[in-house]
């Protein structure tokens, strides 16, 4: 059997030609260099070239390796030397007499470049021959400028994904490795900023300085590094910080179908941040341009941008840009959190984030499991989500919370992402659109939703105050199916649904209006000691505001007090309910003051 013999081209670029000295070297420099038993002497042909644009001296490809001998190369391998000095030289030191010798001694070593050819290029991808040492992960520069991040190994080609438009790289073209690994920049200039996923500002505000430059896949903080979740971080939202308290590095999903305000939660939770010292992130995947832009100006209008940043990769960016979008987010926070602050990151959401990820894999011909997904869609989110963490003490105390979003179809919180995606996360918020339609919003399932660490980190004040409030709703929604239809009820029981359906009314909130701990604690400690028996289910919300404005301008100790102190003790909570209880008798007095008035008047 014969064995098909191998050739190796050797191509020297020249701007004048070479003597046949220095070809002889050239020869004998591969000859020394690449025969082996791969190849011998007569395997290897060579051809030149005439390439004025080298300026001068020689370029030497051999297979996929690059010898840059031109006058272009040379003089940026001693820029490169000479910048090296720089970093060494201290101030005593002859700065002139080092150059000289630096100079003197300077000699030209081949450096090796390995180069590839593009043998494929289409939606996104690239597959590339050439580049055998490549690694996972890393960039890829290709000769019209655009970058890729190597996906997909294989034996005799690799496969890259593009991080700008495929139109521009063509079949054949030149591709080299960076030798650096998938990464964006970093720094406390970003704070305020609205940029892509390769953290390039999007927002026409100009550059942005950068002090340090991070991968975007990176291993999570071990077990080690790592504390309990004991700070709480309030959403603001009676319903989810009552019930389902979430702590500094916990990691809680919001769920539900398409308009059940899984955004508004996430914004609204950024909003309650201020003045709390917490960096906000908000990543936005595949989502509409117009969208990501009403989101920024939400945020620029209640001042949240200052401590924000948003990250966009929409719809309309490459499937690679909405598939790193999150990672090079949790690279920002990453940042942060290393630097001892407390950071809240929002994927925006995941479930985009896996159709990006599921055309990816599909176009680099990797096997379609359930749902087409491929087989290691589960590791894309869990790498991810197990990034966001508390540091202990003793690494700055830093956290990373994270509140990824997941749509649902039709309510089925059972098909292949969202159970994933649930059982990675430390509880979840299920959103519901037939609550949301009747009104209930937030529209929070109490008995879907839950909180798995966050209990933890709820203040005492809180703790005591919501109590029993879980349960008081579940017995009030068995008890309404129940009496549905009976007209005659026993007193207990008119005052429970009453008691439920108070509850239920102070639940709803408004967007854009967070309600501090304090405020919280005390509406909770008003509806467990029935100071609204009195008020009909429609006046509730009206009656919950204006009795909070009460407290606040008549007896702000109280606030003060459950703010500063975080607990909740007998005496305070006779306050409380003394204070509530006389402005109920008010806010009675003087509606049925109007009433008499309206009546008076038809
Ligand atoms: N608590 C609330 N009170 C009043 N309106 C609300 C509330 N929460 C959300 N909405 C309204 O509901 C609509 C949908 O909200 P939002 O965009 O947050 O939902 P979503 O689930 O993120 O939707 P999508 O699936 O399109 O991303 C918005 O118009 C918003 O103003
Ligand atoms: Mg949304």
Redesign the pocket.
Known sequence: MSKKKKTLAATLLYVTPPTEEQLQGIREFVYEKYVDEDYRREDISFTSEQDTSLGGGFILQVGNEVYNWSTEGRISALRRKLDKIRDSVTEDQDVVSIIHTTIREFELTAKQRSIGHVTYVGDGIAHIQGLSHAQYGEIILFECGIKGMVQNIEEDSIGVILFGSDREVRVGSRATRMKMRAGVPVGDDFLGRVINALGEPIDGRGKIESDDYYPVERPAPTIVERQPVSVPMETGILAIDSMFPIGRGQRELII?D???????IALDTILNQKDKGVICIYVAIGQKNSTVAKIVNTLQNADAMDYSIVLSATAADPAPLQYIAPYAGTALAEYFMSRGRDVLIIYDDLSKHAVAYRALSLLLERSPGREAYPGDVFYLHSRLLERSARLSEAFGDGSITALPII?TQAGDVSAYIPTNVISITDGQIYLESELFNLGT??AVNVGLSVSRVGGAAQTKAMKKAAGSIRIDLAQFREMEVFTQFSSDLDEATKSLLHHGRVLMELLK???GRPLSMAEQVVTLVAANHHVMEQIGPEQVKDFQMRMLDDFAQNDPAILSDIAISKTLGEEMTDRIVTHASKFAESYLAESKAEETDEEAEG
Do not use: M, Y
């Not at 398409?258 to 508004?264: H, I, V």
């Open positions: 539900g398409r308009q059940t305000g899984k955004t508004s749509e919003r937030p909130q408004p967007l």
